[in-house]
């Protein structure tokens, strides 16, 4: 069976993703504290477009239409999050935790890639480039990077295939891990004392952001998300034209718009704009459409062909842990923060929470302002991975 009409393309795209949502919320089942929904939604869709029910006109044509407007919109709403006056409410140890998550996620893609570009097939440097972005602040940085850069579309879907396995099974061995926290906090001589103090805090900043939107609310984001996202691509084009003309041409048309809308919408969160009810429920809405989109053109023939990219990612996180061991040994981090701050680059937002509150309930808003700091810094440092990677 394939599907032939543009509305049931969307239909069923919206009707995976809501379900699982809604398994989620009424069931409650504890798989989903393991592995998201999201991550169903990956699997699921990829194994449907292996099978062939989205390799029609019809569904290349809607996918064509829909993803970018969509996407850019959705990282102008995402970013309205990310006020950076909040996050001193983390304070510098957190933060610097963070950094360190980066840096050595940074370390492992480069050495890595370099190992590995060979097995990992033609033009990947884009595909991996909008994997470490990801594995900054979440599957909405990636989403980015797949518009920001040159990237292949079959390397795309081995990248986005091997976030899923990665993610699935890096989120449980950490929860394996909160049993032996201990032994890590005794091997780094880790210093909690101000831990409870900043949860609070962060607590505190979190629960200050709760209102109840109306549908005014509703339709006047939805339509500044989308006016936003077209005059972006407008500006972000004559952005292009005009670093051309005085030599940049390294630039493309992707990035400029990119890094636009991100600019934009890092200013935009520190005035009303980012108290606007509604921003997280339609950012959540706005990130399941577009990785809905992504994954149903993402094959894992691509990965099944390609195996050797399991094997990077699981390089990547060998080296993370071990450099993280080394930081935590030289600046006293406890497990509960390396962890939390590891998933809020690998899975963002809305999955540093689950680590965070394994550890104590009140911890869980850490994990939520960790995770919309990478998002923050996410676009940045996966187009400065691309082009860096390019060069190799």
Known sequence: MVITSNIMYIGVLMFVAGGLLA????????????????????????????????????????????????LYAMIFVMLLRCDFRKLAKLGGRMLAIFLGCSLTLAVGFIVGYLIFKGSLGGNTWGAVAALYASWVGGSANMAAMQAALPVDEGAYGCALALDTVCYSIWIALLLLCVKYAD??????????????????????????????????????????????????????????????????SMFDKGTCITLFVTILGLVCAMTPLGKLPAVEELSTVLLYAVVSLLASQASLVDLISAPMWVVFGFFILIVHTVLMFVLSKLFHWDLCMVSTASLANI?????????????????????VLMGVFGAGIGNFLGIAMGYLLKMF
């Open 347 to 367: 899975g963002g937002p809305a999955s540093a929470p689950i680590i965070a509150s394994a550890y104590d309930a009140s911890y869980a808003g850490i994990g």
């Open 183 to 248: 032994k890590w906090n005794k091997a780094t001589k880790a210093d909690t004392s101000k831990l409870e103090e900043v949860a609070e805090k962060a607590n505190k900043e979190v629960a200050g952001e709760k209102k109840a939107a109306t549908a005014a609310d509703w339709i006047f984001i939805i339509g500044l998300s989308l006016l936003v996202s077209a005059v972006s691509q407008v500006i972000g084009t004559a952005i292009k034209g005009g670093l051309s003309s005085i030599g940049l």
């Open 23 to 70: 398994l989620q919320k009424y069931t409650k089942w504890k798989v989903f504290n393991v592995v998201p929904p999201l991550v169903w939604l990956y699997v699921i869709l990829m194994l449907l477009c292996t099978f062939g029910l989205f390799n029609s006109e019809a569904c290349s044509n809607t996918y064509s239409a829909l993803k970018n407007n969509l």
